[in-house]
């Protein structure tokens, strides 16, 4: 059976990862502004306030985990009011390895803070579909993959591309499918954590190109009709039409930069029953028709062109 979580991790291809130590003590702070990449951290000892924009602010402790899969601007400061420092984080390199904020003092706050790169060009559109702040709590093997990621990252070893594509990928699914709580904001989580709609979701993707109706999906969750449209808007923060729209944009897109096939077969597997219908769908949504997205994909990306395999 299709894995939707799984699917949208591989669609985003996280790679390029960037780690730093951070080590704090009594009134200190930093500010950084928005990076649009996603950002993780990890508090190795001790623990510190996390204040994400537009998100309640969150005590950290050691061990705790947190994934911002777009990273706005965010605040991370001990445990005194202070007036942060403000840093660009699209300024900082791979020389910038340790930030100190101790003044002298032993470290109350030990943290490992990093960001990696979504490949995909629809990196936005898929972000969307997962909550803005992932936080994990009391899980023991976050800090030994999260040490891993950052051992890998600052070593220059053969083979380190695709050692960190691999543990990224498997570090954001383990973040991603254990941080479901009643808080956690509407998204795809929320919406596969739902035994009544994670079948629906499921059968969305593994069929992407089924003419769905909100009927037929309200049967395969054992919904009516208005209580399964209800729960999934309020679950998933779209209504399913939406939600099956933007996949099957996000499935699009991926064919049409990646594989060798005209508009009539493209629009047929993600359901559309003419090149005109799939053409008119796509330019509505994305803004610009489908052969003009590709050609444009072709400039931008020639390396990553290739014939998949169906």
Known sequence: MTDPLSEVVQMLRPRGVFSKRISGAGAWGVRYTAFGQPGFSVVLEGSCRLAVENEPEIVLERGDFVLLPATPAFELTGLHDVVPILLDPQQMTADDLDADYTDGQDPEVRILGGSFVFDSPDAALLSSLLPSVVHVRGIEHFQPLVSLVADEALADRPGRELVLKRLVEILLVEALRTSVTPQTPPGLLRGLADRKLAPAVQQMHEHVDKPWTVSQLSKVATLSRSAFFDRFTRQVGMPPMEYLM?????????????????????????????????????????????????????????????????
Request: hydrophobic fraction near 40%; glycine fraction near 8%.
């Open 246 to 310: 933007a996949w099957r944009m996000a499935v699009a897109r991926e064919l049409l930069r990646h594989d060798d096939l005209g508009m009539v077969e493209v629009g047929r597997r993600v359901g559309y029953g003419s090149a005109s219908a799939f053409s008119t769908a796509f330019t509505r949504y994305s803004g610009e028709s489908p052969s003009h997205y590709a050609r444009r994909s072709a400039v931008s990306h020639p390396a990553d062109l290739r014939i998949a395999a169906s």
